[in-house]
């Protein structure tokens, strides 16, 4: 581990180069990938992330010497063709995850639980369960905490923002999950509107979108068993004097709750925590 990324915020930003909003063209989101991985700040890194159908055009871009990890985004069905991808796949792809959505907004994800936690067994690698924050919300948490228990690699996915208002969730709305997670002892990860390091409103859509050092912060906090109110209070600052001590005595511990996120920029947010001296040698306002 470089002393240069401390230890809290490793792995914490997936690469997401190819979705929107940067929606980047694979062989660029390949080419900057590899400048990441050979960067200072490479330990901020996480995988690329492919969708599954993009994964015969990833191995035609490869050296023949490279290797290159990924996490697949499932956008095939049945969700059982990802183990045919997978047998497949050129071995300079390593797999670290894959990551699907069970269910749309209003719909009961049980169906789509109940094929996507059997997915782990096949594929021998981590999977992410994106679940709605809507109808059916608990009893799906419940199911794939239930999993974790008997053995499965599996974790949940929640999205944190969107096209449309409704996609954000609030801060007290966020807060209940992140301790429906802790209760359940089930990490998570995040999609979607984590631009930036601390809460802000997009001038051109008016949405207001959480910041990333804000969920770190609030996950922490959770994990050291905090309430729902006082971890959606962090969630609603915008005051980084409040977010970065809280992380500072943590900087040397591993990342509790919260997996991380996925983001179509890996410069934004490198970019907040150099600002707010959280990374390359400090961790001070």
């Not at 096209?163 to 969730?169: G, S, T």
């Not at 910041?211 to 005051?239: H, K, P, R, W, Y």
Request: proline fraction near 8%.
């Amino acid at each position: 581990m470089s002393t240069q990324v401390p230890r809290l915020l490793a792995g914490l930003v997936d690469d997401a180069a190819v979705f929107p909003p940067g929606s980047a063209a694979l062989p660029d989101a390949l080419a900057a990938h590899r400048e990441h991985r050979a960067a200072w700040y490479a330990d901020l890194v996480g995988p690329l992330l492919v969708p599954a159908s993009a994964l015969p055009a990833l191995t035609e871009l490869l050296g023949p010497d490279e290797r290159i990890e990924v996490g697949v985004i499932g956008d095939v069905t049945p969700l059982s063709r990802l183990t045919e991808l997978r047998d497949s796949l050129d071995p300079r792809i390593v797999v670290r995850q894959v990551e699907a959505a069970v269910a749309k907004r209003g719909e009961d994800p049980q169906p789509g639980l109940a094929e996507l936690t059997r997915l782990p067994d096949r594929l021998d690698v981590d999977v992410y369960t994106e679940i709605p924050l809507t109808w059916g919300l608990l009893r799906a948490l419940d199911t794939v905490a239930q999993a974790r228990v008997d053995g499965a690699r599996i974790a949940a996915k929640f999205r944190s923002g969107g096209l449309a208002a409704e996609l954000f969730p609030t801060p007290v709305e966020l807060a209940a999950v992140i301790c429906a997670c802790r209760d359940r002892d089930l990490p998570f990860k995040l999609t979607a509107g984590l631009h930036h390091a601390i809460r802000n409103t997009d001038p051109e859509t008016g949405f207001t979108h959480h910041g990333f050092v804000n969920v770190l912060v609030a996950a922490a906090v959770a994990a050291d068993g905090a309430e729902v109110s006082d971890i959606a209070d962090l969630l609603a600052t915008t005051d980084p004097l409040r977010l970065v001590e809280p992380a500072r005595i943590r900087r040397d511990r591993d990342r509790p709750l919260w997996i991380g996120f996925g983001s179509c920029s890996i410069v934004e947010p490198l970019t907040d925590l150099i600002r707010m001296n959280m990374v390359n040698g400090g961790f001070e306002l």
